[in-house]
């Protein structure tokens, strides 16, 4: 698998697991297994709050948010670009819009991603940052 191929992984996990976020939120999804697989082991997010949460702190609020949500939720992901690449690790910087109850909202993310046969796309997740636009 070359970069780029690592990049189209990366994209493909990015669209896969908020798909799975809007299934599971509206309490529609029922499997989450490969949403947990797609978390590397020190994986670490840091919200658009500027709060930092490790994997399981992560997994767990995920799990705890099945149904919390309307069926009028929807997740779009736009503007996937490369930003950074070496050898087996790919940075992603993408935007995510959110529509819930009316009210919209928007976060840029950027995505540390290295490759993993065993993860669900491919790409597993290793860092996540994200900042308010809107």
Same mark, same amino acid.
């Given at each position: 698998?070359?970069?780029?191929?690592?990049?189209?992984?990366?994209?493909?996990?990015?669209?896969?697991?908020?798909?799975?976020?809007?299934?599971?939120?509206?309490?529609?999804?029922?499997?989450?297994?490969?949403?947990?697989?797609?978390?590397?082991?020190?994986?670490?997010?840091?919200?658009? %709050?500027?709060? /930092?949460?490790? @994997?399981?702190?992560?997994?767990?609020?995920? *799990? #705890?948010?099945?149904?919390?949500? =309307? !069926?009028?939720?929807?997740?779009?992901?736009?503007?996937?670009?490369?930003?950074?690449?070496?050898?087996?690790?790919?940075?992603?910087?993408?935007?995510?819009?959110?529509?819930? %109850?009316?009210? /919209?909202?928007? @976060?840029?993310?950027?995505?540390?991603?290295? *490759? #993993?046969?065993?993860?669900?796309? =491919? !790409?597993?997740?290793?860092?996540?940052?994200?900042?308010?636009?809107?």
């Amino acid at each position: 698998m070359s970069a780029g191929d690592l990049f189209e992984s990366a994209r493909e996990e990015v669209l896969r697991l908020h798909a799975f976020f809007v299934a599971w939120f509206r309490g529609d999804a029922a499997e989450f297994a490969d949403c947990e697989r797609a978390f590397a082991l020190d994986f670490r997010m840091v919200t658009p %709050d500027g709060a /930092a949460h490790e @994997r399981e702190s992560v997994v767990k609020r995920l *799990r #705890a948010a099945r149904g919390s949500v =309307g !069926a009028d939720f929807t997740i779009e992901i736009a503007e996937p670009r490369l930003v950074w690449r070496v050898g087996d690790a790919v940075l992603l910087e993408y935007v995510e819009r959110q529509q819930r %109850d009316e009210k /919209a909202s928007a @976060r840029r993310a950027t995505g540390l991603f290295t *490759r #993993a046969e065993a993860a669900p796309a =491919g !790409a597993l997740w290793r860092h996540l940052q994200e900042t308010w636009i809107g």
